[in-house]
């Protein structure tokens, strides 16, 4: 398969001698999905491959002589948030336009995000694929991390897109298993919402590039959205399920589309965006919404600027978001972080249309940590 081979040799031998044990081959089920749906197939791999610019893009401005007062101007910024009450936040942050306004880094940011979306639009080759996060600034294991987890996600797409495969929650429980017993695995319970609204470098990514942050959550949407219009075809609106999210999601990164679909303002999570996966396999959900989690958290890291230890950092979050024996959140909890952001502020619903937000109070409000609160490292 193409998109399989994204992951090192060594990783994707194993697996695929562990996955090879399923009732329907691994090879099957990637066929039949390129062949249903080639062009999202297409879109996924353009996705990854622009999530990898990305990091290089947020990396290079982070070392670039020319955005060094730029750096400076935000680090302050920053760190005068931190000392903000509640109510000067919410004055700060209402005052905001959301991920289409201009930040501290604008010019550079646009470039990235414009090389992204010309990514976003080709159909990339399995050289391409492979070779997309070589020489990347993350570290090894963390490249290795949004690997597996890549590999995991074409997965889950393939299952719920074979009509061959009849118990698709035995399916999928099969295939939890074997990702849970590779090494650099995200568990299937809960991680705390605090390694995300707490953690000293925590709303970097949103405060200092609104935009990529923007694109990099409205691809994430894409990939819950498509899950849950393939788990509930019947609920799907007149112009079709996976159509209708393709198309909302072009309109979410096209920024003079004529119908604009909601960019997503908080971490797009399975609970609000894909309630359908989590009643199917809530532990898929729960790695899904791990996976990503750890991506905008490391995408804060790199964010934050003038920080001297970025790589050793991102291995410590490695070792936390891999570690399956503790400091999770009861599922309840989880739960409520997930829907108290807002299904709107996530991107809106996948089958639906929703207009304006459905929130009456902010998490703020409701004494819940936002990721636009910031910490000082």
């Known amino acids: 398969m193409k998109r399989i081979s994204a992951l090192s040799s060594s990783c994707v031998l194993s697996l695929l001698i562990s996955f090879g044990g399923l009732a329907v081959s691994a090879q099957t089920i990637g066929d039949r999905f390129i062949k249903a749906q080639p062009e999202l197939a297409g879109v996924f791999d353009a996705a990854y491959i622009s999530q990898a610019r990305m990091f290089e893009g947020i990396s290079s401005i982070g070392a670039s002589p020319a955005a060094r007062d730029a750096r400076n101007q935000f680090e302050s910024s920053l760190r005068m948030q ?40 080709t159909r990339p080759s399995s050289t391409e694929i492979l070779g997309a996060y070589e020489g990347s600034p993350l570290p090894g294991r963390a490249v290795e991390v949004i690997r597996l987890g890549r590999l995991f996600e074409d997965r889950v797409y393939e299952i719920l897109a074979d009509a061959a495969v009849m118990d698709k929650g035995r399916a999928l429980e099969d295939v939890v298993k074997i990702y849970l017993s590779s090494g650099l695995s995200v568990p299937e319970r809960p991680k705390p919402a605090s390694l995300l609204f707490d953690h000293p470098h925590a709303g970097a990514f949103l405060s200092g590039y609104p935009k990529l942050c923007g694109l990099l959550w409205s ?119 997930a829907l108290r952001g807002g299904i709107y502020n996530q991107g809106g619903p996948a089958l639906r249309e929703l207009s304006q937000s459905e929130r009456n109070r902010s998490r703020m409000e409701m004494g819940m940590r936002h990721s636009m609160i910031m910490a000082t490292p």
């Not at 000392?83 to 010019?107: H, K, P, Y």
């Open 82 to 121: 931190a000392s903000m009450s509640m109510a000067e936040m919410m004055a700060m942050i209402n005052m905001r336009t959301g991920v289409n306004r201009s930040g501290l880094f604008d010019s550079w940011e646009s470039e990235v995000r414009n090389e992204m979306m010309a990514l976003l639009r």
């Open 219 to 337: 691809t994430q949407w894409l990939q819950l959205a498509v899950i849950e219009a393939l788990i509930l075809p019947e609920q799907a609106d007149d112009r079709g399920g996976v159509a209708a999210v393709v198309e909302r999601f072009q309109n979410k990164i096209v920024p003079d589309a004529l119908t604009r679909s909601p960019v997503p303002v908080e971490l797009p999570m399975a609970p609000a965006i894909a309630p359908g996966l989590f009643s199917l396999s809530q532990q898929t959900a729960v790695i899904l919404d791990n996976l990503n989690m750890f991506e905008t958290v490391v995408a804060d890291i790199f964010g934050y600027p003038n920080v001297e230890n970025r790589a050793a950092i991102v291995d410590s979050l490695v070792d936390e978001f891999t570690n399956h024996a503790e400091n999770f959140d009861p599922t309840i909890d989880y739960l409520a972080s």
